[in-house]
């Protein structure tokens, strides 16, 4: 069992940062890749960046790329997503995930209750 906790969203201005957290317990999160995906008020929950378990190989969205850096320390058990040169369209609520690192969500087998995002114009 992995449980999972996101911390670090708030309001931010248009090219702002922000950086999330995401902890985890349980002594196996370093044999989990971890996720990060976001929600949009009437959206669907959609694939932002991954990490695999050692750390060695992420990847993430188009836009994303260049923005967002994901990150772990697997020492902290913690994942982490730095977050630079936010837009409005940006705001979501932030879910962490642990499980096999990929883009759909149905590959993950733990969440995070969330953490809001607001990036105002």
């Known amino acids: 069992q992995v449980q999972l906790v996101e911390s670090g969203g708030g309001l931010v201005q248009a090219g702002g940062s922000l950086r999330l957290s995401c902890a985890a317990s349980?002594?196996?999160?370093?044999?989990?890749?971890m996720g990060w995906f976001r929600q949009a008020p009437g959206k669907e929950r959609e694939f932002v960046a991954a990490?695999?378990?050692?750390?060695?190989?992420?990847y993430s969205t188009d836009s994303a790329k260049g923005r967002f850096t994901i990150s772990r320390d697997n020492a902290k058990n913690t994942v982490y997503l730095q977050m630079d040169s936010l837009k409005p369209e940006d705001t979501a609520v932030y879910y962490c995930?642990?499980?096999?690192?990929?883009?759909?969500?149905?590959?993950?087998?733990?969440w995070g209750q969330g953490t809001q995002v607001t990036v105002s114009p």
């Open positions: 995930a642990a499980g096999l690192g990929s883009t759909r969500r149905g590959e993950y087998d733990y």
């Open positions: 349980g002594r196996t999160f370093s044999s989990y890749a």
């Open positions: 990490i695999s378990w050692s750390g060695g190989i992420t």
